[in-house]
């Protein structure tokens, strides 16, 4: 079966700019959960959306947010970037949540300049 | 910040060495799941433990979780040049069970 998919593999953005990632899970997977990976802080909670809503939330600003369709595919959102927000951002599907393994992407590496 | 902390950050063996890496949570866990992340590359899903005490093995490597539920370990007997990676460990917190990872713990093996 196919596995997790993200678009673009790869972002370079400037200071102030948005940007928009994508995440489309593995077919029957209801449950998408996003994590920003860095160097010096491991893999932090991002947020999860199952079913189209958003049941958990991380502790980042509201200048992170995301959405689920209705097909679960997911969107997560940055606005007015910021140079600490590159990284590597992950997102990862599961049946239900984490009650079952996750399986990730391949992330979205997001630079900003 | 992160809940779920690991022990070693780091560790350097030479090949055919054993190593342990521990994995210690503030509160309960419903279940205690591990990942494996390639240089480069993103988290793969290795196993879950649920049970009190439950371990299980995949052929070199053996997975445990505490009685009390707060702490597990992987072992890895005679370890090779391909176990090389970031070991993380991951649990369930809060009322809507959001995943948290573990600090992770990097492994690095000398041929």
């Known amino acids: 079966k196919a596995g997790v998919t993200q678009t673009p593999r790869y972002l370079i953005k400037t200071r102030g700019q948005q940007v928009t990632l994508s995440c489309s899970p593995i077919s029957g997977h209801r449950s998408v959960s996003w994590y920003q990976q860095t160097p010096g802080q491991g893999l932090q909670f991002l947020f999860e959306y199952f079913s189209e809503t958003q049941r958990n939330k991380g502790n980042f600003p509201g200048r992170f947010s995301g959405r689920q369709f209705s097909n679960s595919r997911s969107e997560m959102n940055v606005s007015t970037l910021e140079l600490g927000d590159s990284a590597l951002y992950l997102c990862?599907?599961?049946?239900?949540?984490?009650?079952?393994?996750?399986?990730f992407g391949s992330g979205t590496r997001l630079t900003v300049v | 910040g992160q809940q779920v902390m690991q022990i070693p950050q780091y560790q350097h063996v030479q090949e055919g060495e054993d190593f342990t890496t521990y994995c210690n949570s503030s509160?309960?866990?419903?279940?205690i799941q591990w990942y494996k992340q390639r240089p480069g590359g993103h988290p793969v899903f290795l196993i879950q433990?649920?049970?009190?005490?439950e371990v299980k093995k995949q052929k070199r490597l053996t997975f445990q979780f505490g009685e009390a539920k707060k702490n597990s370990s992987l072992h890895i007997t005679a370890t090779q040049t391909t176990d090389v990676g970031t070991y993380f460990c991951a649990g369930p917190r809060g009322a809507t069970n959001k995943l948290i990872f573990g600090t992770g713990t990097l492994l690095a093996v000398q041929p």
């Open positions: 433990l649920v049970k009190s005490g």
């Open positions: 990862a599907s599961s049946l239900d949540g984490a009650t079952n393994g996750y399986t």
């Open positions: 509160t309960t866990l419903s279940n």
